[in-house]
Every structure is written in structure tokens, then in C-alpha cells.
């Protein structure tokens, strides 16, 4: 609208149409809010939620299961063609990858610094770590929650696991008490979440591993106790239900799709 | 010193950095480290990076590693043009999108695809079992059509209207496969646009510059029988 003067019976007609018409727009269109798709057996789901959830951000759960193949449902081939979790969706903007999903809640949220600090140089130390961590961590410490693997490629992963803690406790976390500075940062929740899922199915990586073991020991420690049961209750009952028989059995689909990420998994 | 960057022209992520640094007029002492010659191997280049990997940057003290972290670290340092990394947090995340799915999906792929099909038996003289190779190009081809249809869609670039960092990391992983003799656009002109205009906007000559070595990799002779053993090793993950 120009800035040329109108007169005030116009400007009321205006003001009036305008309200009016927000009105209906909101009606329509309720504001959803920050929505997040998660499953809580994903190491990366684990991240985003514990970070949501310590920064006190507002959102709606919508819980993903990937073991009954709700990732290839129609609805959510809708929010993401990948098939994959997390995903972010802030009214209409929809966002994969669970780095660029905590960068993204970080600057919009503002969240204390420590978490991704503006420093250029801290900030640079965060993202070598996550290029490191996506060829390193996250692509060889995916653990098969459903189907045996033969032992022979049990044994060659924990080679390649064994290699990629050797250079993480050496290059990343050395005598800091975090990856990367003297806090808690982004790069610290993805590696945990990592850690976390060898140690839920019975492969304690910390076992002989002092210096990683206080690491955890300290982010345990920030993060309260309810925090930490309500983000790892499902992965740590895994056991439990496999014993059981209480795991669903995947639908053809996603065995199919669990099946090439594991043959991934050098 | 100034800003160093210790590069080898023959790795992908170092193609982006040296594009990068050279389009936006950042200076800076080109450092190479032939990684066919083991030159990562070298005490000194342990002291910049001792996960003996390329692309290193070193500014003054401090030292960094991993292509994506070191792209990001110029942009901000030499204030690039928004477009390369944009300051809107919703534009900026589709960048950050691209650059985190790429790691295990292209890039894994466009590496394996080049070693499998033509460093293993001509640089290493290792043959690589033709059902190994056919299955990398298969997933190639798969990643390749996700490339198409979840982030180029019908945009200019992968993350919108303007070249970003996520093109230049793209298009410098998919000379890989092209140097080693794959089809990567033959078949696909929607992708074959967008290298077009992608070497456009990095210009022709630059893009020639850091392509060069990698163009040529097939005339590469043959690694000394010490240095083989040596690769070989290091690299058999490599032939999954």
C-alpha cells in the first residue's frame, strides 16, 4: 500500500477488512505450532528431543514407529518422500536431517550459546566434529534392532567401531571435559544418542573407556533424570521386549529398508 | 603465514574449498598434499591434521578439518555473498539440509564409484569384482534421482533460486564419477541443466582449473609397489 493519505472512513473500511479477514484466515488454518516427528529408537530422534525438551522448546510429539512401518504410511511419505526421521515441520516449512534441524531450533529459539556458540571458531570446531561424526559414527555404529547379524560382520563393525572411538577420544574429545569446549554443545547430544544405542543392545562401549565414560557421566549429569529416562526409556527396553517377543514384527517394507541400511553398515 | 589450505585437487571436498576460496577472492597459500603419492602420510602434514585427511585448513594457530566446517569458516571469515550460506534461518537450514544427507549418500557413492571403477585397477592394479562395482552404480543412479527429485525439484539450484555451498559440494562430488567414465548427465537433463548453470556461475575457467587433475586421472600411472600396499589397505572399505 502506498503511504499516500487516505480518509478516515477509508481507513476504518480498511482496518475493519483486514481484521476481519485475519480472523478467517486463523479459523481456517489453526497455527500448529513447531511439530516433531520422531522415534525414540533413532539415535538422531533421541538428540533432537533431549534438545527440544532441555531448551524448553514448545512442540508436538508425533511419534514415528518405525517397527511398524508408520515411516511408509501414506501420511508421512507426505512429510518426508525419504521415509526417514527426525523431521522438523514449522507451518509449512518441512526440514530433514537432524543437524540442520538442531542448528534451525537453535538460532530460531535462541538457545543459550553453549549449545552452537556464535564464536567463529568454536562454531567451526562443532561442525568438523559433525563431518567427522557423519562419516565415522553415524554410518558405522547404526546396530540392527530386529534381525540377526551373522558374527563375522559383528566382529569386522566392532573393528570399525573400536578404530572410530580410538580417533574420537584422541582427536575430539581429548582431556576437554566436552567435544568441543567446556560445555555441553549439539555435537555432544549426537555422539551420546550413537553411544547409546551399542550399550541398549548389549555392547557397552564405555567398558574400558574412562575418559569417554566421564564424558557421559557429565552430560548425564546436566541433563536431569526425568529427562534422561523419558528420552531413553524406549531404546533401553529393547532387550527386554526382544526377550519377550514383545517387539512387533515389521511390515515387509520396512524389513526391506532395514535391511539395506544394515547392509550399509560396514 | 596468512591462511593456508592444504589440498589435493584429486578429492572432491577439496575441489569445493579451492572453488570457493578462488571465486570469492579469499587469498590464501595453496598447500597440495598428493594423497596417490601418500604425502597425507608426512609428519608435518600430522601436525595440521592428524586424521591425515584433505581438505586442512590452518589460520595462524588454528587448524580445521572437514570440507564442510572449513567452507563455512571462510564464508563467515571473508563474508561470501548471503546466497553461498544465507543469513534466513529457513534458507540457510535447506543448506544445512543438503551438506549433512550428502555425506553418506552422494559422496559415499561418488568416491566409491570412482575407486572401484578406475583407481583400484589401474592406480592399484587390484581388479574389483564387476557385481561390486554394479551395485555402487546402481546406488549411484539411486542417489542421483533423489538429487533430482528431493532437492533440485523444479528450482534453479539445489536449495533455491541462487548457487549455494550445497551446489558447489554437489557438482565437485559428481566430476568424480564423470572423470572415472560413469553416466552421471547423459541421461538426465534436468541435472545437466543445472550443471550448466552451475559452471555459469562458478565460472568456465575456474571450473576447468580445479577439474584438471581429476580429468586426467585416468592417464595416472601405476603407485610404486611400497606405497600399493600401503593404499590398499587403507582403502579396502572402500570396495563395499
Avoid at chain 2, 18 to 32: D, E, M, S, V
Wanted: neutral net charge; charged residues 20%; hydrophobic residues 45%.
Amino acid at each position: 500500500m502506498s503511504g499516500a493519505t487516505r480518509s478516515l472512513p477509508v481507513l476504518l473500511l480498511q482496518n475493519t477488512v483486514s481484521v476481519f479477514l485475519a480472523v478467517i484466515a486463523v479459523r481456517a488454518n489453526p497455527a500448529m505450532g513447531l511439530e516433531l516427528y520422531l522415534d525414540l529408537l533413532s539415535q538422531p530422534c533421541r538428540a533432537v528431543f533431549i534438545f527440544a525438551k532441555k531448551n524448553g522448546i514448545p512442540f508436538q510429539l508425533r511419534t514415528v514407529h518405525i517397527f511398524k512401518g508408520q515411516n511408509c504410511s501414506k501420511e508421512f511419505l507426505q512429510i518426508n518422500s525419504l521415509q526417514r526421521v527426525p523431521v522438523l515441520k514449522d507451518g509449512d516449512f518441512i526440514l530433514t536431517e537432524s543437524s540442520a534441524i538442531l542448528i534451525y531450533l537453535s538460532c530460531k529459539y535462541q538457545v543459550a550459546d553453549h549449545w552452537y556458540p556464535s564464536d567463529l571458531q568454536t562454531r567451526s570446531q562443532i561442525q568438523e566434529y559433525l563431518g567427522w561424526h557423519a562419516d565415522n559414527i553415524r554410518s558405522i555404529f547404526g546396530v540392527p534392532l530386529w534381525i540377526r547379524v551373522p558374527e563375522e560382520k559383528v566382529n569386522r563393525n566392532r573393528t570399525y567401531m573400536d578404530h572410530a572411538l580410538q580417533q574420537l577420544e584422541s582427536k575430539f574429545l581429548g582431556d576437554k571435559p566436552f567435544l568441543v569446549g567446556q560445555q555441553v554443545s549439539l555435537a555432544d547430544l549426537m555422539l551420546l544418542e550413537e553411544l547409546i544405542q551399542p550399550v541398549a543392545v548389549g555392547y557397552d562401549v564405555f567398558v574400558g573407556r574412562p575418559r569417554l565414560a566421564a564424558w557421559r557421566g557429565r552430560i548425564e549429569a546436566f541433563l536431569d533424570t526425568e529427562l534422561w529416562q523419558e528420552a531413553h526409556g524406549v531404546i533401553f527396553n529393547i532387550l527386554e521386549q526382544m526377550a519377550k517377543k514383545t517387539l512387533p514384527v515389521p511390515p515387509p517394507e520396512t524389513q526391506k529398508y532395514m535391511l539395506l541400511r544394515i547392509s550399509k553398515i560396514p | 603465514m596468512g591462511l593456508e589450505l592444504y589440498l589435493d585437487l584429486m578429492s572432491q571436498p577439496c575441489r569445493a574449498v579451492y572453488i570457493f576460496a578462488k571465486k570469492n577472492g579469499i587469498p590464501f597459500q595453496l598447500r597440495t598434499v598428493e594423497l596417490l603419492k601418500g604425502q597425507h602420510y608426512t609428519d608435518s602434514f600430522g601436525q595440521v591434521n592428524p586424521l591425515r585427511k584433505v581438505p586442512a585448513l590452518k589460520d595462524g594457530d588454528f587448524t580445521l578439518a572437514e570440507s564442510v566446517a572449513i567452507l563455512l569458516y571462510l564464508s563467515r571469515k571473508y563474508k561470501a555473498p548471503d546466497h553461498w550460506y544465507p543469513q534466513d534461518l529457513q534458507a540457510r537450514a535447506r543448506v544445512d539440509e543438503y551438506l549433512s544427507w550428502q555425506h553418506t549418500t552422494l559422496r559415499s557413492c561418488c568416491t566409491r564409484a570412482m575407486w572401484q571403477k578406475m583407481l583400484f585397477p589401474v592406480f592399484l592394479g587390484q581388479p574389483v569384482p564387476p557385481e561390486t562395482l554394479a551395485a555402487t552404480l546402481a546406488e549411484l543412479d539411486r542417489c542421483l534421482q533423489l538429487l533430482e527429485d528431493k532437492f533440485l525439484r523444479n528450482q534453479a539450484f539445489l536449495t533455491g533460486s541462487q548457487i549455494s555451498l550445497a551446489d558447489l559440494v554437489a557438482i565437485t562430488e559428481l566430476m568424480h564419477p564423470v572423470s572415472a567414465g560413469c553416466q552421471v548427465f547423459e541421461c538426465r537433463p534436468k541435472l545437466a541443466a543445472w550443471r550448466q548453470r552451475v559452471e555459469s556461475a562458478v565460472g568456465e575457467d575456474l571450473f576447468q582449473e580445479a577439474h584438471e587433475v581429476i580429468l586426467k586421472a585416468k592417464d595416472i600411472p601405476p603407485a610404486d609397489p611400497a606405497l600399493k600396499e600401503k593404499l590398499r589397505q587403507a582403502l579396502q572399505g572402500l570396495l563395499q
